[in-house]
């Protein structure tokens, strides 16, 4: 199947700075991304859609100039968590779609100190 | 709306038990899609399954299977003699044909023990 690559796969930050997360497809263009976050032992949630050469598309309670998302390229996505809190600690994923299917990055382990 | 409800939390099996994965939907949309994901304890999701909503034939892959009752709403998934490896959270989701968003059910934690 499709190859979807988040990078990094851990993080750890100190409370205030920024983190930057890519999401890329490897082996197909993907106009649309999607960014999910995950808390510990819950289902995920559906954050953005991200929209190749427009704006992302944000779910109700997120706050888009916190949680930046640029889709500059077919084949990448970035999420920047902004001024990140110990409570912005989360395993974030990204998923693209290759025809009917989704495939997930690898996911990303945010820990806020 | 679209909601995906996996009633069972946490499943706890001795190795080569079978197990079955309850999932429940509820959507509008005439034509959608089902899957089935594990999400071994690493995190990354794993794809197991895509089900059409016209396709109601029952699949089967190795060990595991899938049975999709449209009448029930409902894409039960099955771990036939199961082993410490199929240990991790299975998630069942949602995706209407005409969009692109995946609607999560709240994920059953298998533990498989030897």
């Known amino acids: 199947g499709a190859v979807v690559s988040q990078h990094p796969s851990r993080v750890i930050c100190k409370s205030g700075t920024s983190v930057k997360i890519e999401c890329r497809s490897l082996?197909?263009?993907?106009?649309?991304m999607f960014w999910y976050r995950q808390f510990p032992k819950q289902s995920l949630m559906l954050m953005a859609t991200?929209?190749?050469?427009?704006?992302?598309?944000?779910e109700q309670g997120v706050e888009k100039d916190k949680f930046l998302i640029n889709h500059a390229s077919l084949t990448l996505s970035t999420l920047t968590v902004t001024s990140a809190h110990p409570e912005d600690s989360s395993f974030y994923i990204c998923?693209?779609?290759?025809?009917?299917?989704?495939?997930f990055g690898q996911g990303t382990r945010l820990t806020v100190v | 709306a679209q909601k995906v409800t996996q009633a069972q939390t946490e499943i706890s099996v001795v190795e080569k038990e079978d197990v079955t994965l309850d999932c429940v939907y509820e959507?509008?949309?005439?034509?959608?899609?089902l899957f089935w994901y594990k999400q071994p304890p690493s995190g990354e999701l794993v794809f197991l399954i895509r089900?059409?909503?016209?396709?109601?034939q029952n699949e089967i892959s190795g060990r595991y299977s899938w049975n999709f009752q449209k009448s029930t709403s409902s894409f039960n998934f099955t771990i036939t003699a199961s082993q410490v490896v199929d240990s991790a959270v299975y998630f069942c989701?949602?995706?209407?044909?005409?969009?692109?968003?995946?609607?999560f059910g709240g994920g059953t934690r298998v533990l498989v023990k030897p």
């Open positions: 998923s693209a779609r290759d025809n009917a299917e989704a495939f």
């Open positions: 082996d197909f263009q993907a106009t649309t």
């Open positions: 991200s929209n190749e050469g427009s704006k992302a598309t944000y």
């Open positions: 959507t509008r949309d005439t034509t959608y899609y």
């Open positions: 089900r059409n909503s016209f396709d109601e």
């Open positions: 989701a949602l995706n209407p044909a005409a969009g692109n968003k995946l609607t």
